[in-house]
């Protein structure tokens, strides 16, 4: 009983002879952890008579000080020497004697701190190059898988995709619209405040329109797409994974790739060019507004410039990628959540990983592809 | 055999100490009610079986009691106070001496063994971090895992390994009462009946009193001094097995001279003679 009010436990040693008394308890674990220890120091004899008559309350916290005290062995059998002892207590100090007679120090593992680093370092670098491999091979089972499907149109998930059309793509389009529209109004401040130095303040308008068809329309709605749909689907998936469903869909013989990788994948590939032409015609917007408001360019000099100098293969140069950004995200996302190993940390480091790796790839791709095209000159 | 001389005694001695009474419990979930009007007692140091058929409320009368579900209906008087109607602080001291072990382990899957043990001993016990994770492992130890376990993640350990930590950091803080939800569900055999040794001895060493809940017939007949049957809302009877065994219920016949039944009360009658039941296993 853990009552409010208790006397710490006491060690006296009275002609050779060691009373203990008191509550020997986790509440006051410190007060005796140190007496047992002064008391280790000041004599080296663990053979003196022990008195434990006085012992109020005793538990598992206080026996291990007890054992501490008196040594393993000789507590082990404690109702030899201490029979008038009740026989719960007894019960309880042999039953912790016996626990602690072996050593409960785990063995750690040593290592040189130089040698961690460098194992740490090998470990990374072979870890990333796991990952690609890992992903390549991914990429090439979605293919195969695809392929196959393909040509059994009964075999087809419409209501699956349909539905991860719904929750990745017409739930996304306000936010994508909102935040190209804020770009695109900054584009055309940011252009405004360039140009006027030169006089050239008209050219505002073609540097949004060369902007959002070519790059931000794409990058913005691919970058909102990797945080808010890569990370769902590998806490799906992950989640799934943990509670050994996609075990059950392979044992049932289903394969989860045709399940639940390819409706993902393909209501990506089917969304992000629709938001990517959203994201350009609110970026596109948004900077119409400033030139209209600001810069005094009328709504019908804005659309006549577009026309003239905007040459309809930029906005198939960024709508191209689209499909394509859609397929590396869509990718990432499910390969995390089939690499989540049961725990909800895991679910969550795979999160985080399949969030960064597919912002992270999108941006590399798009600098590839914006090398490419300077070069061929589209 | 021993066990049946301190079962013995602890009965006597069980009569006159009710650790916690459950008075006029009542718990529904929208138009679904699943206690009404239930009592019960858990005396203490005694290991309290309690079975019942699927959805009878077994793990909802043992969230309401640790405090985990507040009741719809009724009093659940816990050391002699009810606690209900304490404040929280109150409460929260005397929900320190209960120590739950989770149906699935409920192991804390960011922190290693030790350390899960420790937190407890770290929050309340206003230990060290050397003293808490030197009475982790032994904590550890006693609930009869090895001492290289100590540093392992939780996701590296097989299920009974799991139940073994868990008991662990229930029994961290010395609790007086240990409530065990299915402790022996998903073991092997041989793991279960070493988990119900393992429950008596730390019941016999510690005086704990246990609240048990289970399908394991192995366990009642092996560990339990007394059952608490849980059918059509409440308690049916709640006795020592042999009385359990003899009320005429449909159900509590099927399940204690069932072919699995039979089996169980054959096993341990022939290890120890406790119950007379071989005249009512024709039934």
Redesign the interface.
């Known amino acids: ?2 009552s409010t009010d208790t006397a710490p436990g006491q060690l006296h040693v009275t002609d050779s002879r060691l009373q203990i008394s008191g509550d020997w ?3 006051h ?2 007060v005796l ?1 140190q007496q047992v220890r002064s008391h280790h120091s000041a004599s080296s004899a663990g053979d003196e008579a022990v008195d434990l008559s006085g012992l109020a309350g005793l ?3 206080g026996a ?1 000080l007890l054992v501490e005290l008196l040594g393993a062995e000789r507590m082990a059998n404690v109702s030899q020497w201490a029979a008038d002892l009740p026989q ?1 207590r007894q ?2 100090l ?3 004697a016996r ?2 007679r ?7 593992p040593r290592r040189a701190p130089l040698a961690d680093w460098l194992v740490d370092i090998g470990e990374r670098v072979t870890a990333l190059w796991h990952q690609q491999r890992m992903l390549l091979g991914f990429i090439g089972l979605t293919l195969t898988t695809l392929l196959a499907c393909l040509l059994r149109p009964w075999r087809w998930r419409v209501t699956a995709l349909v539905a991860h059309i719904h929750q990745t793509g017409l739930n996304a389009v306000p936010i994508v619209a909102l935040l190209t529209f804020l770009v695109g109004a900054v584009v055309a401040f940011l252009g405004a405040t360039v140009l006027r130095d030169f006089g050239a303040t008209i050219f505002t308008v073609n540097l949004v329109a060369f902007a959002f068809l070519r790059e931000f329309g794409v990058l913005l709605a691919a970058i909102l797409l990797a945080g808010r749909t890569a990370s769902a689907f590998t806490a799906q998936i992950g989640a799934m994974k943990a509670n050994e469903e996609i075990d059950a869909i392979r044992a049932i013989g289903l394969d989860p790739m045709e399940l639940l990788v390819l409706p993902r994948l393909l209501a990506m590939m089917v969304i992000l060019p629709i938001l990517t032409f959203i994201g350009m015609l609110c970026g596109i917007l948004g900077g119409a507004l400033v030139c209209i408001f600001m810069l005094d360019i009328s709504a019908t000099q804005f659309l006549a410039i577009l026309q003239r100098d905007i040459p309809l293969n930029h906005f198939l140069v960024g709508l191209g990628k689209a499909p394509i950004f859609a397929f590396l995200i869509g990718v990432i996302g499910c390969l995390e959540g089939f690499k989540v ?6 679910v969550g480091e795979h999160t985080t990983s399949s969030v960064v790796q597919s912002i992270f790839m999108v941006i590399l791709l798009d600098a590839v592809a914006a090398l490419f095209f300077m070069e061929m000159g589209w | 055999m021993t066990d049946a001389g301190v079962k013995a005694g602890a009965e006597a001695e069980a009569e006159s100490e009710v650790l916690i009474r459950v008075r006029g419990l009542a718990n529904r979930f929208g138009s679904h009610v699943v206690h009404e009007d239930l009592d019960l007692d858990i005396r203490h140091g005694e290991i309290l079986g309690v079975v019942g058929g699927s959805g009878t409320g077994k793990s909802v009368l043992l969230r309401s009691i640790v405090g985990l579900k507040r009741p719809d209906a009724g009093s659940v008087e816990v050391f002699g106070e009810d606690l209900t109607a304490l404040p929280p602080s109150r409460r929260s001291e005397l929900e320190r ?1 209960f120590g739950v072990l989770f149906q699935r382990g409920a192991l804390f ?2 922190l290693d063994l ?1 350390e899960n043990v420790a937190l407890p ?1 770290l929050e309340h ?4 971090r050397g ?1 808490a994770e ?2 982790a ?6 609930a009869g895992l090895p ?5 392992k ?3 590296e350990l097989s299920g009974g390994m799991i139940k073994r930590a868990a008991l662990a950091r229930a ?1 961290a ?2 609790p ?1 009462v240990l409530f065990l939800d299915e402790p022996t569900a998903g073991l092997d055999p041989i793991g279960a009946a070493d988990f119900d040794r393992l429950i008596m ?2 019941r ?4 704990l009193s246990v609240f048990l809940v289970t399908h394991d017939l192995d366990t009642l007949y092996t560990a339990c001094d007394r059952v608490a049957v849980l059918s059509q809302r409440r308690v049916l009877v709640a006795d020592r097995l042999a009385v359990v065994e003899a009320s005429d219920d449909a159900w509590v016949r099927d399940y204690f001279h069932g072919p699995r039944g039979r089996a169980a009360a054959g096993a341990a009658g022939a290890a120890e003679p406790i119950t007379p039941t071989t005249s009512r296993e024709n039934t």
């Not at chain 1, 190993?341 to 895991?346: E, R, Y």
């Not at chain 2, 492992?137 to 006693?142: E, I, Q």
């Open positions: 009983m853990a308890t986790l509440e674990y410190a952890r538990d598992t916290a291990r719960a019960a309880l042999e039953t912790v626990v602690l072996k050593s409960l120090e785990p063995t750690r190993s049961g725990s909800a940390q895991s | 001496r899957s960011s030790q001993l016990a206003g230990l060290t003293d030197d009475l492992r032994m904590k550890l130890a006693l001492p290289d376990a100590a540093l993640m939780p996701s029994l803080l010395d007086e001895t730390l016999d060493a510690l005086g």
